[in-house]
């Protein structure tokens, strides 16, 4: 843990360094991808001696499928090799050499690389095998239209400010950054035209750098301070089962799984504040003319807390990987697409058992969430008073079923799990059940109109809003492309 944040700290530094030494207006996008690929391998052998090489062979051999299998087939065997090769990464550390334990995780790192490699993957594919017909917009304006050389693509997977924490960004948005057209094409999006007026200088990323590390100060101060003191395993305490009333378990419940956020918000807002710093991560202006430095934020603190929906709680915890598996899982998927999802999130987290208890419960959650809110919800919505009494109520239900949710996820093995859920009569397990024999769910269309009308567990304002983000520049040099790549951005600002 020291490693990492002494890592993630020199990171910032560099990427201050980086942003006005090697500006894009003063290096070629080669030196850029160069110094930003060893600084990031750098830092792995640092933080983790060297199973740093892992994230280079994971690489390399995605690479290599990609250029031997071809376009058509491609996004599937890289798929297959790099979740497969971090599920035996993540058997080995757990079960043969530290279970439990969390030193020399390099798995982590791993599970942001794999992201990575299948989302360009599928993009790849997309873009340069599928119609465009075919395409959803979103899949349109994110496929890549050439084969990456092998820099660019050790690049975009190890570089240094996301080798450690991520986020996951698109290939696309990365690229752009490098060669330094991010800013310029915000600009034209926004206006639907160029507009030289602002394309001089680049927008200062100072102020947002600066609030990320206060929240990331207070989420560590309460982590060390707070967290100790309401430790999740105490709910599966004898003495503690024995003796509290419900009410008291529930609020303890809830409040000890609040407590054990904070060092989320803590690497994933530093990661946040590392890629600003570097000048990536810009996404335009809002209706005020303030600058908007949110473009691969994974978190928004402030709706996860007060949140009155189990949807509205995923829209806004790890967006990152959430749109991942929309993306390469929910949106592919032939039948099943929710239970898909989770499974591969599962897949993906790791091979502790508790995992896959959170990730089955929270299929069960979301389905019997969705059944509710589409069933009861418009009769509460007329009258403003009956509003609030109605987002009170389901605030408390959330955050209760939330933490109920993701016990397992915190005590990782089976035994506590079922000692957890058995204490409380897996009450909200047959809560679900019972919501979802007794409301019936709106079915998924099946047709081209699928992905229109049907709506994960993540929010389409949430993939409408990250539509607006997408770089969609063709790293090529052919002009008529970044023409049609900046129209397809523009129809989908207007949208």
């Known amino acids: 843990?020291?490693?990492?944040?002494?890592?993630?700290?020199?990171?910032?530094?560099?990427?201050?360094?980086?942003?006005?030494?090697?500006?894009?207006?003063?290096?070629?996008?080669?030196?850029?991808?160069?110094?930003?690929?060893?600084?990031?391998?750098?830092?792995?052998?640092f933080c983790f001696g060297w199973y740093a090489l892992h994230f280079v062979i994971q690489s390399g051999i995605s690479y290599y499928i990609m250029i031997i299998i071809g376009v058509e087939n491609m996004h599937k065997y890289c798929f297959v090799f790099a979740l497969g090769y971090l599920t035996v990464c993540q058997i080995t550390r757990v079960y043969i050499f530290d279970y439990g334990q969390y030193s020399a995780d390099f798995s982590g790192p791993m599970m942001i690389i794999t992201q990575k490699i299948t989302s360009l993957a599928f993009e790849i594919h997309d873009g340069m095998f599928r119609k465009n017909e075919d395409l959803?917009?979103?899949?349109?304006?994110?496929?890549?239209?050439?084969?990456?050389?092998?820099?660019?693509?050790?690049?975009?997977?190890?570089?240094?400010?996301?080798?450690?924490?991520?986020?996951?960004?698109?290939y696309k948005d990365y690229i752009t950054f490098i060669e330094g057209r991010s800013y310029q094409l915000q600009q034209s999006e926004a206006n639907g035209k160029e507009d030289t007026k602002y394309e001089q200088t680049d927008p200062s990323p100072n102020i947002a750098v600066a609030q990320k590390l206060l929240i990331c100060g207070l989420s560590l101060l309460f982590h060390m301070t707070i967290t100790k003191t309401l430790p999740v395993e105490y709910n599966i305490d004898d003495n503690f089962r024995a003796t509290a009333s419900w009410p008291v378990r529930f609020f303890y419940l809830y409040v000890s799984l609040m407590a054990a956020r904070p060092k989320?918000?803590?690497?994933?807002?530093?990661?946040?504040?590392?890629?600003?710093?570097?000048?990536?991560?810009?996404?335009?202006?809002?209706?005020?003319?303030?600058?908007?430095?949110?473009?691969?934020?994974?978190?928004?603190?402030?709706?996860?807390?007060?949140?009155?929906?189990?949807?509205?709680f995923l829209d806004n915890w790890n967006i990152q990987t959430a749109l991942w598996l929309k993306r390469v899982c929910y949106e592919r998927a032939t039948f099943t697409p929710t239970i898909q999802t989770f499974i591969l999130s599962a897949i993906w987290h790791g091979v502790y058992p508790g995992y896959y208890l959170t990730f089955l419960t929270g299929v069960l959650m979301t389905l019997a969430a969705r059944a509710i809110r589409n069933n009861i919800r418009h009769y509460f919505v007329e009258s403003p008073a009956v509003k609030l009494c109605y987002d009170v109520i389901t605030w408390m239900a959330t955050q209760v079923a939330i933490s109920y949710t993701v016990v397992p996820f915190v005590l990782?093995?089976?035994?506590?799990?079922?000692?957890?859920?058995?204490?409380?009569?897996?009450?909200?397990?047959?809560?679900?059940?019972?919501?979802?024999?007794?409301?019936?769910?709106?079915?998924?269309q099946k047709g081209s109109k699928k992905h229109e009308n049907v709506q994960p567990v993540w929010s389409k304002k949430l993939e409408e809003e990250n539509l607006l983000q997408k770089n969609s520049y063709s790293t090529t040099n052919n002009s008529f492309s970044q023409k049609q790549e900046i129209t397809c951005r523009y129809q989908a600002l207007k949208q």
Request: net charge positive.
């Open 412 to 444: 990782l093995s089976v035994k506590p799990s079922f000692t957890f859920y058995s204490s409380c009569y897996f009450c909200l397990h047959i809560a679900s059940i019972l919501v979802l024999l007794v409301f019936p769910l709106k079915r998924t």
């Open 136 to 170: 959803t917009p979103s899949q349109r304006c994110l496929a890549v239209r050439r084969m990456p050389s092998l820099l660019e693509y050790l690049s975009y997977n190890c570089n240094f400010m996301g080798i450690l924490a991520g986020p996951l960004c698109s």
């Open 264 to 312: 989320y918000y803590f690497a994933w807002t530093l990661a946040d504040a590392i890629n600003n710093a570097a000048g990536f991560g810009f996404r335009g202006y809002d209706k005020n003319g303030v600058t908007r430095w949110d473009l691969i934020s994974n978190l928004r603190i402030q709706q996860i807390e007060f949140s009155t929906s189990f949807k509205m």
């Open 1 to 45: 843990q020291v490693n990492f944040v002494v890592c993630q700290l020199f990171a910032l530094l560099a990427a201050i360094w980086f942003r006005t030494y090697l500006h894009s207006s003063k290096t070629s996008p080669f030196i850029r991808h160069v110094v930003a690929t060893l600084l990031g391998l750098y830092l792995a052998l």
